[in-house]
């Protein structure tokens, strides 16, 4: 097989790796870091994992940690419009010339294993060793690592050391991989914790904090529980949550977070009590971290990504109710004419029924278009309509494609806003067309 010669060729060799397969062991992860030469591992690394909010929570620390003036390495899943946006230093995707560099040694380590009778990495992991890959050539201070799926199994739970652990909110989700209940899907993520590495963890779920306390007791791991009463929230606006934080340093302090999603309050803390725990021992400018929060930017969750379109990426029940919760709160009394059209796509793997139902249950909404998109697991649009014509009396419809969905909801919105829910890869298609000038207003 010719070697791919381009970044082109690199991103096309990578996206024909099996994506949805079973896991390799950590033990062939950890093999395949060695043969790239342990990239990152002599790094501070934060370890991420949680059903919602671990983008936003990742974020977040970024910002505080560059306004701090550290480098740091950032990997996430999955990507919206470009591959490179998996692979993050100080905030921006690594370039075309840095990812192709990174990709042929990726690929040596990963034919080597293969020489060797081991398997090739997937998809996934050998994303992840490309990251660390490229982590290591940048020198950065941090890494921070946002789990795939899970925390036990995933690879990014290689690392055998790292210096904070971080589990954001746990609900349902991936139940016939991780389990169908709170605890086993709990009992999951808090496997990214290490004996002694401090963790910090959303505690909104007792059920879920139970579990974190209990497996973190065991490790000796020191613990760190974020609740309601860490924070009081001021407003809520369209792009704008001003809230105060209720410790003894910084009582008197009001933060702004430029997301509107509710539920980024609790993010924005739990990310700010990381950087408390890696600069402990640092001197640190608070009016810099205020500034820094204010200026984050997480595309795919509550964004306006166009004149009254907003885009989330809800992929699962918890998330549809953090999204009814936020609009409710920023649109509290609407006119009839100003009912929002939901825009709705979801993977097979998902509980897109109960996400269905949820909306139609608690969310005052005009319309309802199902929407197809662009990959193997996406739900076919008919069969999302038939769903909620089950569960709701409002108008349906449903369109195989994204642009066809929104025309079809601009047609109908009087005005209200347009929402774009389900899936972060139909979020990723719209933001695609905006991006290439696309208008529906």
Same mark, same amino acid.
């Given at each position: 097989?010719?070697?791919?010669?381009?970044?082109?060729?690199?991103?096309?060799?990578?996206?024909?790796?099996?994506?949805?397969?079973?896991?390799?062991?950590?033990?062939?992860?950890?093999?395949?870091?060695?043969?790239?030469?342990?990239?990152?591992?002599?790094?501070?690394?934060?370890?991420?994992?949680?059903?919602?909010?671990?983008?936003?929570?990742?974020?977040?620390?970024?910002?505080?940690?560059?306004?701090?003036?550290?480098?740091?390495?950032?990997?996430?899943?999955?990507?919206?419009?470009?591959?490179?946006?998996?692979?993050?230093?100080?905030?921006?995707?690594?370039?075309?010339?840095?990812?192709?560099?990174?990709?042929?040694?990726?690929?040596?380590?990963?034919?080597?294993?293969?020489?060797?009778?081991?398997?090739?990495?997937?998809?996934?992991?050998?994303?992840?060793?490309?990251?660390?890959?490229?982590?290591?050539?940048?020198?950065?201070?941090?890494?921070?690592?946002?789990?795939?799926?899970?925390?036990?199994?995933?690879?990014?739970?290689?690392?055998?050391?790292?210096?904070?652990?971080?589990?954001?909110? +746990?609900?349902?989700?991936?139940?016939?991989?991780?389990?169908?209940?709170?605890?086993?899907?709990?009992?999951?993520?808090?496997? +990214?914790?290490?004996?002694?590495?401090?963790?910090?963890?959303?505690?909104?779920?007792?059920?879920?904090?139970?579990?974190?306390?209990?497996?973190?007791?065991?490790?000796?791991?020191?613990?760190?529980?974020?609740?309601?009463?860490?924070?009081?929230?001021?407003?809520?606006?369209?792009?704008? +949550?001003?809230?105060?934080?209720?410790?003894?340093?910084?009582?008197?302090?009001?933060?702004?977070?430029?997301?509107?999603?509710?539920?980024?309050?609790?993010?924005?803390?739990?990310?700010?009590?990381?950087?408390?725990?890696?600069?402990?021992?640092?001197?640190?400018?608070?009016?810099?971290?205020?500034?820094?929060?204010?200026?984050?930017?997480?595309?795919?969750?509550?964004?306006?990504?166009?004149?009254?379109?907003?885009?989330?990426?809800?992929?699962?029940?918890?998330?549809?109710?953090?999204?009814?919760?936020?609009?409710?709160?920023?649109?509290?009394?609407?006119?009839?004419?100003?009912?929002?059209?939901?825009?709705?796509?979801?993977?097979?793997?998902?509980?897109?029924?109960?996400?269905?139902?949820?909306?139609?249950?608690?969310?005052?909404?005009?319309?309802?278009?199902?929407?197809?998109?662009?990959?193997?697991?996406?739900?076919?649009?008919?069969?999302?309509?038939?769903?909620?014509?089950?569960?709701?009396?409002?108008?349906?419809?449903?369109?195989?494609?994204?642009?066809?969905?929104?025309?079809?909801?601009?047609?109908?919105?009087?005005?209200?806003?347009?929402?774009?829910?389900?899936?972060?890869?139909?979020?990723?298609?719209?933001?695609?067309?905006?991006?290439?000038?696309?208008?529906?207003?």
């Amino acid at each position: 097989m010719m070697h791919p010669r381009s970044y082109r060729e690199a991103v096309d060799y990578i996206e024909r790796l099996p994506r949805f397969t079973r896991k390799h062991s950590l033990v062939h992860t950890g093999e395949f870091l060695r043969r790239l030469g342990d990239p990152g591992l002599d790094q501070r690394i934060v370890h991420v994992a949680g059903t919602n909010g671990k983008g936003s929570v990742c974020a977040c620390l970024q910002a505080v940690l560059e306004a701090e003036e550290k480098t740091c390495g950032f990997f996430t899943s999955p990507h919206l419009i470009s591959i490179n946006e998996r692979i993050q230093v100080n905030r921006c995707p690594v370039s075309d010339d840095t990812f192709y560099r990174v990709f042929r040694r990726a690929l040596e380590a990963a034919e080597s294993m293969e020489r060797d009778g081991m398997e090739h990495p997937s998809y996934f992991e050998f994303l992840f060793g490309m990251g660390m890959t490229a982590f290591a050539l940048a020198g950065t201070e941090y890494i921070i690592l946002e789990t795939g799926l899970g925390g036990r199994l995933d690879a990014t739970n290689a690392p055998k050391q790292p210096a904070l652990t971080v589990i954001t909110s +746990i609900s349902l989700d991936h139940t016939d991989i991780l389990g169908e209940t709170i605890e086993e899907i709990a009992g999951e993520k808090a496997g +990214i914790i290490k004996p002694g590495v401090p963790v910090i963890f959303d505690g909104s779920n007792e059920t879920a904090a139970a579990v974190i306390r209990e497996r973190a007791g065991k490790l000796g791991a020191p613990c760190r529980e974020i609740s309601k009463n860490a924070f009081e929230i001021l407003e809520v606006h369209r792009n704008n +949550i001003a809230f105060l934080r209720r410790n003894a340093y910084d009582r008197d302090v009001t933060w702004h977070v430029p997301l509107c999603g509710i539920y980024q309050v609790t993010n924005t803390e739990i990310a700010l009590q990381a950087a408390e725990c890696l600069l402990a021992d640092q001197k640190t400018h608070m009016e810099r971290w205020v500034e820094a929060v204010a200026s984050v930017r997480w595309e795919g969750r509550m964004e306006q990504a166009a004149p009254h379109l907003t885009v989330d990426g809800a992929h699962n029940p918890g998330a549809i109710e953090g999204f009814i919760q936020s609009v409710e709160l920023l649109y509290p009394d609407l006119a009839e004419n100003e009912r929002p059209v939901v825009v709705f796509g979801a993977a097979s793997d998902k509980k897109y029924e109960e996400m269905i139902q949820c909306l139609c249950g608690k969310f005052r909404a005009k319309a309802y278009i199902a929407a197809g998109f662009d990959d193997e697991r996406a739900v076919p649009a008919e069969e999302l309509g038939r769903l909620f014509k089950k569960y709701t009396k409002e108008q349906v419809l449903w369109r195989d494609t994204p642009t066809e969905a929104l025309e079809a909801a601009f047609s109908l919105r009087e005005e209200g806003e347009v929402y774009c829910v389900g899936s972060l890869y139909l979020a990723g298609e719209v933001k695609k067309e905006l991006a290439g000038g696309r208008s529906y207003a």
